[in-house]
């Protein structure tokens, strides 16, 4: 069978009443006996048969064409769909698939001599998937089929592939074969489908401004997962083996509010506080966190941009209490990777009585700065730790984290499932987490504006999107405005209404969250009312340009050094 006669067989099936017959007809099995002989010479391309036939490219030319015939007589009908699957599954699906896998990836080793011969191969790999595409469409039992037979293999094979055209029709075949089965997509995110997700991962770019038809089909199947509540597990898949306990540590006794603060940040300061003070018992031995991989960002940021394009009444579908529980004990994990390194320990009731730092147990109304004067008595931080500064991918994860809490935080009180996620929140604690972050930032900075140098801030926002957070968290929140107050929180956004470079528009944020702490509770009230400006903190930056503030008559003044 020649080409022109393939062509003009392509031509005809463009009209639905030909397609409706063709698989009956004389013509089909005229196509179905060349592509059989064609599909034999093609396991050896370099053979004399190839080559008596017109060559590879010849070979691989014929097959696409006829492949292209299978594909379009699939289209919008169900009945050649049926009779594939019923009559000729193996001489043309199974065919196809059996192309795909040797074609997808070897290339010549003389690119420039076969260069029609890699036209027509990666077009017989696109029309094989065409095909594919075609068959399952709207067709269970055809799903079905291509799932059990292909899955994961042939998937991983044509995702992994260097051709985006044929990545984009594969995350179309997968999303066809998931879209309406939830078994399938648990597979798919279990350990067996694990290798499919990351060469999904790896095939898009969340923050490029333009997206193809690639990107929005691996979106799609990703929405799919979230909604299922299948994230943790296909996160944690996608993580490093973890690393085996040594030892299980007995329950502690209940801790108030800032004590668990204090708790925090001595763990994410220094992995191994307490194992190594004379005068604290040892504890049992504990895995160090692990850090994160570059699959495990790029699925953070996918749940980020699912978070900003989904309506906020469809957000609850997307971040559940399961993923909610994930993203806090992530947010701690990441902080525990990030600042590993740095000497900064705080002290306290049950916390060495050797660490440098203690900050008060209550509010101190004579000061507006009341955190920040403990800043003084740090004797030894790692100046560098004012923000996160890591391995990129730990760094990435932590400051997605935090943008993803800061939407979900943001939901508004008549969603049905803010309750459910709040509790969540509550329990796994993150308003400590982000206050302990906040706490340490701020404390470090002043320690190293003390000794006359410039804090570092390696990453944007950092400071502004924990305190978005724990704005969110006290809206309209009784008990987390109360345990706020237990965590000296005021002062500590009072410290925060000004401006940062590094951190835009902190300074309204710090007031949003401000009023959220006291909106409807008396007791936080009080505290506002307590602080009197005692002056003007020092500046570098102002002491730079030459100039020096001042408060005179309750008005700021600036002047001439």
Request: with cysteine.
């Given at each position: ?28 099995v ?156 648990a ?82 300061a ?29 699925l953070?940021k996918?749940v ?171 809206h ?43 909106e ?5 009230q ?13 500046n570098p ?21």
């Open positions: 069978m020649n080409s022109a006669r393939i062509q003009s067989i392509l031509e005809s099936l463009k009209s639905e009443s030909v397609r409706d017959s063709f698989a009956d007809s004389p013509e089909f005229a196509v179905l006996d060349a592509f059989v002989a064609k599909d034999a010479i093609a396991a050896d391309l370099s053979s004399a048969e190839a080559e008596s036939a017109g060559g590879a490219a010849a070979v691989l030319e014929a097959l696409t064409l006829m492949l292209r015939v299978f594909r379009n007589m699939c289209a919008n009908c169900p009945a050649n769909q049926d009779r594939l699957r019923e009559r000729h599954f193996d001489d043309v699906v199974g065919r196809a698939v059996a192309l795909i896998l040797p074609l997808s990836s070897p290339a010549p080793t003389d690119v420039a001599a076969d260069a029609l011969r890699l036209r027509w191969q990666r077009d017989a790999v696109r029309a094989a998937l065409g095909l594919l595409c075609n068959f399952v469409t709207a067709n269970a039992p055809n799903q079905q089929l291509v799932w059990q037979r292909f899955f994961p293999t042939v998937f991983s094979a044509v995702l992994g592939g260097a051709d985006r055209s044929a990545v984009g029709t594969g995350a179309l075949l997968l999303y066809n074969c998931i879209a309406n089965h939830p078994a399938r997509r597979e798919l995110a279990s350990d067996k489908g694990v290798t499919v997700c990351r060469h999904l991962l790896m095939a898009i770019e969340v923050e490029s401004e333009t997206h193809d038809d690639a990107f929005e089909w691996i979106y799609f199947a990703f929405l799919r997962i979230f909604r299922d509540d299948l994230l943790p597990s296909l996160y944690a898949a996608l993580g490093p083996p973890p690393e085996p306990i040594a030892a299980v540590s007995a329950p502690e006794p209940p801790l108030d509010s800032r004590e668990r603060l204090l708790r925090f940040i001595n763990h994410m220094d992995d191994d506080a307490t194992d190594t003070d004379a005068d604290v018992a040892p504890t049992p031995a504990r895995p160090r966190p692990r850090p994160a991989t570059s699959e495990q960002v790029r953070l996918l980020d941009a699912a978070a900003s394009r989904v309506p906020a009444s469809d957000l609850g579908y997307v971040a559940t209490p399961h993923t909610c529980r994930l993203l806090t004990r992530e947010l701690g994990q990441r902080c525990s990777v990030v600042f590993l390194n740095s000497t900064l320990r705080l002290s306290g009731a049950g916390s060495p009585a050797s660490s440098s730092f203690s900050p008060p147990a209550t509010v101190d109304g004579d000061s507006l700065d009341s955190v920040g004067s403990m800043a003084a008595s740090l004797e030894s931080v790692a100046a560098s730790a004012s923000g996160p500064e890591s391995a990129p991918a730990d760094v990435e994860a932590l400051m997605t984290v935090l943008d993803i809490l800061g939407k979900v935080t943001s939901l508004g009180d008549d969603m049905a499932e803010k309750a459910a996620l709040m509790a969540v929140f509550h329990e796994e604690e993150l308003l400590v987490i982000c206050v302990g972050l906040l706490e340490r930032a701020w404390v470090t900075e002043q320690h190293a504006k003390s000794r006359g140098g410039r804090p570092s801030n390696s990453q944007a926002g950092f400071k502004q999107q924990l305190i978005t957070v724990i704005g969110n968290l006290c309209r929140c009784r008990a987390a405005q109360d345990k706020a107050r237990e965590l000296n929180v005021i002062p500590l956004l009072l410290n925060h209404c000004n401006l940062d470079d590094n951190n835009p528009y902190i300074r309204e944020w710090s007031i949003l969250a401000l009023r959220n702490l006291c409807a509770n008396d007791e936080n009080k505290v506002m009312d307590s602080y009197r400006v005692q002056g003007v903190a020092e930056e102002l002491a730079e340009l030459g100039l020096r503030a001042s408060v005179d008559g309750g008005k700021l003044k600036f002047h001439k050094t």
